[in-house]
């Protein structure tokens, strides 16, 4: 059972080991423990497979804590995803390795995404867009109004993602990766305020829940 997690200081070092395996221009540890003191400028979370674990189960804490996600204008709710467990974590030793993590800043009404990685061996399984789901719920739960990022212009499969979820290229940062010099596209997501756009958003979010075999919890 996939189960996303925040992320707390002491996943640092495991995230640290997680991001050199994914990108060649990790953030170093300090930086993460200094976004996770401002948690209200924030989201950084952490996904782990609890096989073990059944959906629903009093120790999986099924939903975010916050109550139910509400589509905003016309009020009907995103069911929540038991996934999203910001309930009781499960003792260091019960929990299995970190396969994935992702974060974003709160500025106002935007949500900038600035990390989403998953391990190498578990990529190919719609995990990335499990985490990119997470943060759009944590977003929406937020009352911020629009989610925009940066992509390498060579990150096709990122690029492809993202055009799924209806996010357009608005500019380029030049030489903006440290490592290589290498355009970063700035994309923006349609406004999260817009009903049309949620309900769309609201299938994506069912359909990759379906594709992982995961259930929504009941809406309350």
């Known amino acids: 059972m996939y189960r996303i997690e925040p992320m707390t200081q002491d996943d640092v070092p495991e995230v640290s080991r997680v991001e050199r395996r994914c990108f060649t221009n990790p953030w170093p540890a300090a930086a993460y423990r200094r976004e996770l003191r401002e948690p209200q400028h924030n989201v950084y ?11 629903g189960s009093p120790s999986e804490g099924a939903g975010n804590g916050h109550g139910t996600a509400r589509l905003p204008e016309n009020g ?3 069911p929540r995803l038991p996934l999203l467990a910001f309930g009781r974590r499960p ?3 019960e929990r299995p390795p970190i396969i994935g993590f992702a974060g974003m800043w709160i500025m ?3 949500a900038h995404v600035t990390t989403i990685g998953v391990e190498p061996d578990s990529r190919g ?12 719920d944590e977003a929406l739960r937020r009352g911020a109004g629009w989610l925009t990022l940066e992509v390498r212009v060579s990150n096709e499969a990122a690029q492809a993602l993202y055009r799924k979820y209806e996010f ?19 994309m923006w997501s349609p406004s999260l305020r817009d009903h049309a756009y949620l309900e769309r ?14 259930e929504f919890a009941q809406a309350s």
């Open 45 to 55: 979370l952490v996904l782990r497979n609890y096989p073990s674990i059944a959906a």
């Open 76 to 78: 009907r709710p995103l």
């Open 91 to 93: 003792e260091a030793e």
């Open 108 to 110: 106002y009404d935007e």
């Open 125 to 136: 399984r719609g995990l990335g867009e499990l985490l990119l789901v997470a943060l759009f």
């Open 168 to 186: 357009t290229i608005q500019g380029t940062r030049r030489r903006y990766y440290s490592d290589n010099n290498e355009d970063a596209y700035i």
């Open 201 to 214: 958003y609201a299938s994506l979010r069912r359909n990759i829940a379906d594709r992982l075999g995961l």
